[in-house]
């Protein structure tokens, strides 16, 4: 019962990043996109999370956390740009 | 068992909402509206997810396994302070509101 | 509001916790090496990096602190559950709204707490705190503040600001006694 469950939430994650990258395509603004790719990092995590579940390891974890800090740094630092212009001031 | 059903409804609930986040993403007419999906929907899917995660590996490896809620309580925090940077940002781009979106007066250029 | 704790070899009391929390969830174990090993970071961590920054409000009232972060938990779960419904139904139907609530708050940190569980709860998104602090003069205090929010569905607008006041923004300035 579990693998079909872990197909159809592979699916339903894998839907919603093309559903992301069609925002990310389309826009129509940066931070429509920065917002998209946002999005993004975090379906990645979840995805991530669940391959190791299905691989029954939890080796995965580290990648999920780094993901995690990673994006969100990169996010605020692209955001930071939009708004100054620079990144550290 | 039970907790092969447990971590089941979790993972579909937690699919669910990350689904319907970017669906709100697709879906909405203009940015600030947009970004409610992704900080919100998204955000409670992924816990739902990292505790299904939670349960599975305390069920298949010996003692408890509770470092997935580092990640839970990692997005909880990081979420709201991401939006808040992209919503000052498109305030900062001027982007257009939908029309008739009330108490545009409210907003003031930076 | 406090910013200095009683213990002067323990300037931040919850920080200490946290950190002792985070390096045992990190491992992933409660082994008596991690356990000594994260009183020695939870003790070490906060006196290196306290004169890094200026100093916090602490958190005077913690039994309160907690029942409130249940709240918002709560809060988060049932507001999930309305954003949700919200985005599938259809779009013409909702009604978007820039709100001002007026703060009383007036330290950065507790404002940034508010803010936070706005952004997370019943389809409100924190935009900006006014009056912009880089628009003052140097070394002025402003005399109100007022957060602005993005609600997506907006129906009666001053039932959303007490909302916020009561249920969010007074447990946080009795927490913080400020």
């Given at each position: 019962m579990l693998e079909t469950v872990f197909l159809i939430v592979f699916a339903m994650i894998g839907l919603s990043l093309l559903l992301n990258l069609w925002r990310l395509v389309v826009g129509p603004s940066v931070p429509d996109r920065i917002l998209a790719l946002d999005t993004m990092y975090i379906n990645t995590i979840a995805l991530i999370i669940l391959y190791g579940m299905s691989m029954g390891t939890g080796l995965y974890f580290e990648a999920a956390l780094l993901i995690a800090m990673l994006g969100f740094v990169s996010t605020v630092a692209v955001c930071k740009y939009l708004l100054r212009g620079d990144i550290i001031e | 068992m039970y907790s092969e059903w447990l971590v089941s409804i979790l993972l579909l609930i937690g699919g669910a909402f990350i689904l319907i986040g970017s669906i709100g993403l697709i879906k909405m007419p203009d940015f600030f509206m947009r970004l409610h999906g992704p900080t919100k929907a998204t955000t409670l899917g992924m816990a739902g997810v990292l505790i299904a995660a939670m349960v599975f590996f305390s069920n298949a490896q010996d003692g408890i396994s509770v470092k997935e809620l580092l990640i839970t309580i990692f997005l909880l925090i990081t979420a709201p302070i991401s939006g808040y940077m992209l919503i000052k940002s498109a305030i900062h781009h001027k982007l257009k509101a939908k029309d008739g979106t009330k108490g545009l007066d409210n907003v003031e250029d930076d | 509001m406090r910013l200095e704790s009683r213990f002067r070899w323990l300037p931040t009391p919850f920080r200490s916790l946290l950190l002792f929390v985070v390096w045992l969830l990190l491992n992933n174990s409660v082994s008596p090496g991690h356990i000594i090993l994260a009183v020695l970071f939870a003790f070490f961590i906060p006196v290196i990096t306290f004169p890094f920054r200026e100093p916090q409000p602490l958190i005077i009232k913690p039994g309160l602190a907690v029942k409130q972060f249940l709240i918002v938990l709560f809060d988060i779960i049932t507001a999930n559950l309305q954003v949700a419904l919200l985005i599938l139904g259809?779009?013409?139907k909702l009604r978007p709204a820039f709100v001002k609530v007026p703060l009383d708050l007036t330290h950065a940190m507790p404002i940034t707490i508010l803010a936070s569980t706005v952004s997370l709860t019943p389809g409100t998104v924190s935009a900006e705190v006014y009056p912009?602090?880089?628009?003052?003069?140097?070394?002025e205090e402003p005399t109100e503040r007022y957060l602005l929010i993005h609600v997506l569905d907006l129906d009666d607008e001053q039932a959303l600001i007490n909302t916020i006041k009561q249920r969010y923004e007074a447990p946080l300035k009795e927490i913080f006694q400020c």
């Amino acid at each position: 019962m579990l693998e079909t469950v872990f197909l159809i939430v592979f699916a339903m994650i894998g839907l919603s990043l093309l559903l992301n990258l069609w925002r990310l395509v389309v826009g129509p603004s940066v931070p429509d996109r920065i917002l998209a790719l946002d999005t993004m990092y975090i379906n990645t995590i979840a995805l991530i999370i669940l391959y190791g579940m299905s691989m029954g390891t939890g080796l995965y974890f580290e990648a999920a956390l780094l993901i995690a800090m990673l994006g969100f740094v990169s996010t605020v630092a692209v955001c930071k740009y939009l708004l100054r212009g620079d990144i550290i001031e | 068992m039970y907790s092969e059903w447990l971590v089941s409804i979790l993972l579909l609930i937690g699919g669910a909402f990350i689904l319907i986040g970017s669906i709100g993403l697709i879906k909405m007419p203009d940015f600030f509206m947009r970004l409610h999906g992704p900080t919100k929907a998204t955000t409670l899917g992924m816990a739902g997810v990292l505790i299904a995660a939670m349960v599975f590996f305390s069920n298949a490896q010996d003692g408890i396994s509770v470092k997935e809620l580092l990640i839970t309580i990692f997005l909880l925090i990081t979420a709201p302070i991401s939006g808040y940077m992209l919503i000052k940002s498109a305030i900062h781009h001027k982007l257009k509101a939908k029309d008739g979106t009330k108490g545009l007066d409210n907003v003031e250029d930076d | 509001m406090r910013l200095e704790s009683r213990f002067r070899w323990l300037p931040t009391p919850f920080r200490s916790l946290l950190l002792f929390v985070v390096w045992l969830l990190l491992n992933n174990s409660v082994s008596p090496g991690h356990i000594i090993l994260a009183v020695l970071f939870a003790f070490f961590i906060p006196v290196i990096t306290f004169p890094f920054r200026e100093p916090q409000p602490l958190i005077i009232k913690p039994g309160l602190a907690v029942k409130q972060f249940l709240i918002v938990l709560f809060d988060i779960i049932t507001a999930n559950l309305q954003v949700a419904l919200l985005i599938l139904g259809p779009v013409k139907k909702l009604r978007p709204a820039f709100v001002k609530v007026p703060l009383d708050l007036t330290h950065a940190m507790p404002i940034t707490i508010l803010a936070s569980t706005v952004s997370l709860t019943p389809g409100t998104v924190s935009a900006e705190v006014y009056p912009i602090p880089e628009s003052l003069p140097p070394g002025e205090e402003p005399t109100e503040r007022y957060l602005l929010i993005h609600v997506l569905d907006l129906d009666d607008e001053q039932a959303l600001i007490n909302t916020i006041k009561q249920r969010y923004e007074a447990p946080l300035k009795e927490i913080f006694q400020c």
